[in-house]
T-cell receptor, first 111, second 114 residues
Framework: EDKVVQSPLSLVVHEGDTVTLNCSYE??????LLWYKQEKKAPTFLFML????IEKKSGRLSSILDKKELFSILNITATQTGDSAIYLC???????????FGAGTILRVKS | KAGVTQTPRYLIKTRGQQVTLSCSPI?????VSWYQQTPGQGLQFLFE???????NKGNFPGRFSGRQFSNSRSEMNVSTLELGDSALYLC?????????????FGEGSRLTVL
């Protein structure tokens, strides 16, 4: 059965801390892995990863994929209160845009 | 450029009723997907439409249906509502025709079934 597992489920840190969020997956015909951030309602796209070992970076956020070990990590450095959100990991199945999502990691950054 | 628009944003129904939710994708996006989000099950895929054809379907009962119009706008319908259908229903559109998973989500329709 195709599945995506995220850890930890929740995390509380202080501003300035660095956090690492984990995502492992088991899917047939892997094509890509995606990270989304959900603050209130609409998840917003962060990264799409297709190749192992190539880091994607956007400001204080970065992510990397390991296709051999079937996992990805999302790093956030120098966290800010605005980083508080649910971080979702997802993998597309089959042909098209059918995604299976992990349960998400709830991140709370305290000032 | 306008984002994905979903209507209504909030609605309350009673068991046994039916509901129709609407989604207008980003201009030029031909793929529209629907997801159900609940605290217990997280985000679960309902179905995807591309060029008015259902391209993928999730594991939901037949009470959940959808369609897509020629202008790419999509609707989903839930008949004979149950309490467990209470959820946030998210619509997402995509530009990529073969599907890479990069989706643009709407704000969602919050359905409460009493």
């Amino acid at each position: 059965e195709d599945k995506v597992v995220q850890s930890p489920l929740s995390l509380v840190v202080h501003e300035g801390d660095t956090v690492t969020l984990n995502c492992s997956y088991e899917v047939t015909n892997f094509r890509s892995l995606l990270w989304y951030k959900q603050e209130k309602k609409a998840p917003t796209f962060l990264f799409m990863l297709t190749s192992s070992g190539i880091e994607k970076k956007s400001g204080r956020l970065s992510s990397i994929l390991d296709k051999k070990e079937l996992f990805s990590i999302l790093n956030i450095t120098a966290t800010q209160t605005g980083d508080s959100a649910i971080y979702l990991c997802a993998v597309p199945l089959e042909y098209g845009n059918k995604l299976v999502f992990g349960a998400g990691t709830i991140l709370r950054v305290k000032s | 450029k306008a984002g994905v628009t979903q209507t209504p944003r909030y609605l309350i129904k009673t068991r046994g009723q039916q509901v129709t939710l609407s989604c207008s994708p980003i201009s030029g996006h031909r793929s529209v997907s629907w997801y159900q989000q609940t605290p217990g099950q997280g985000l679960q895929f309902l179905f995807e439409y591309f060029s008015e054809t259902q391209r993928n379907k999730g594991n939901f009962p037949g009470r959940f249906s959808g369609r897509q119009f020629s202008n790419s706008r999509s609707e989903m319908n839930v008949s004979t509502l149950e309490l467990g259908d209470s959820a946030l229903y998210l619509c997402a559109s995509s530009l990529n025709t073969i599907g890479t998973g990069e989706l643009f989500f709407g704000e969602g329709s919050r359905l409460t079934v009493l």
